[in-house]
């Protein structure tokens, strides 16, 4: 594979996981999600719980992203970030799961898998409606989304996972 800090993401391939997939050689930092993509996530698409995407370099799998339907309820939301319509839910696209190789961390595949997600809420936008991504992060790494354009929800101190949400017409893709 060529080194971390020349991938070229023209060249980065991405299809829906699929039985013949050997992810056995993925591997993140987080072992709550490898054990997601190597042992459950074929089951979880298979039951319609969410569909995952695995994006890869030169033949190896370096990142992957699970989607799934949600919704996000106004009444969590801060008021400045509540939609005019009065809806008490708001459609929405879930980033269930999204993990980066743990050897090209930081080489800005995180935020390649991002803006596929926003480019998969846009477009069901058009199609069924989508105004918002939503997700659970991991406190590790809630920078890393809050940097992308992500916002957390009020009152998310204590939870373990905190529930972040982007508007998507809000980030330029």
């Known amino acids: 594979m060529a080194s971390s800090s020349s991938i070229d993401f023209k060249?980065?391939?991405?299809?829906i996981l699929?039985?013949?997939?050997?992810?056995?050689?993925?591997?993140?930092?987080?072992?709550?999600i490898n054990d997601f993509i190597h042992n459950e996530a074929k089951q979880f698409q298979n039951e319609r719980l969410g569909v995952s995407?695995?994006?890869?370099?030169e033949g190896k799998p370096v990142g992957f992203v699970t989607l799934s339907m949600a919704d996000l309820r106004k009444g969590k939301m801060k008021s400045e970030d509540r939609?005019?319509?009065?809806?008490?839910?708001?459609?929405?696209?879930?980033?269930s799961q999204l993990a980066v190789c743990a050897k090209l961390e930081r080489k800005d595949i995180g935020t390649e898998l991002c803006n596929f997600s926003?480019?998969?809420?846009?477009?069901?936008?058009?199609k069924v409606g989508c105004r918002f991504l939503v997700l659970n992060a991991?406190?590790?790494v809630v920078g890393f989304y809050e940097k992308y354009g992500f916002k957390l929800l009020p009152k998310q101190e204590e939870r373990r996972e905190p529930v972040m949400f982007l508007n998507i017409f809000d980030k330029k893709y």
Do not use: W
């Open 11 to 15: 060249k980065m391939t991405v299809h």
């Open 18 to 32: 699929n039985d013949e997939d050997d992810l056995s050689s993925f591997e993140c930092k987080n072992k709550e």
């Open 53 to 57: 995407y695995i994006f890869s370099y």
């Open 83 to 95: 939609l005019v319509i009065g809806k008490e839910n708001y459609p929405a696209l879930q980033i």
């Open 118 to 126: 926003l480019g998969k809420a846009y477009n069901f936008s058009e």
């Open 138 to 140: 991991k406190r590790d």
